[in-house]
């Protein structure tokens, strides 16, 4: 049974830094992208971030872009997210998820959809105060 289990959110002030990680098992791990996204209270799961399986290809929404880097251990089969210059936009529960990658989409926006995903983990929440 495929699991992935979110780690390392927590309450840190304005301007500090987290690192999320990101373990799986049961997952062949090099063929799937892996993504973070985030779900706030009363707002929709939004996309944060991804990397591509062979980690060529590394995306990020417009409100991350420069404070936030995704990366991966191919070989711990891992994912993490390092956050860095948080503010209070940033609280949220975040999630790891998993995309098998049969093929390169056409666009980007296939990567930003939750639906793209093919497993989740349960959420790590980060609360950034003021």
């Known amino acids: 049974q495929v699991q992935l289990v979110e780690s390392g959110g927590g309450l840190v002030q304005a301007g500090g830094s987290l690192r999320l990680s990101c373990a799986t098992s049961?997952?062949?791990?090099?063929?799937?992208?892996m993504g973070w996204f985030r779900q706030a209270p009363g707002k929709e799961r939004e996309f944060v971030a991804v990397?591509?399986?062979?980690?060529?290809?590394?995306l990020y929404s417009d409100s991350v872009k420069g404070r936030f880097t995704i990366s991966r251990d191919n070989a711990r089969k891992m994912v993490y997210l390092q956050m860095n210059s948080l503010n209070s936009d940033d609280t949220a529960v975040y999630f790891c998820?998993?995309?098998?990658?049969?093929?390169?989409?056409?666009?980007?926006?296939?990567?930003?959809?939750?639906?793209?995903?093919?497993?989740w983990g349960q959420g790590t929440q980060v609360s950034v105060a003021l």
């Open positions: 998820a998993a995309d098998f990658a049969l093929r390169t989409p056409s666009s980007n926006i296939y990567y930003y959809q939750p639906r793209t995903y093919d497993y």
């Open positions: 049961q997952l062949t791990f090099t063929s799937y992208n």
């Open positions: 990397i591509g399986a062979r980690g060529d290809i590394t």
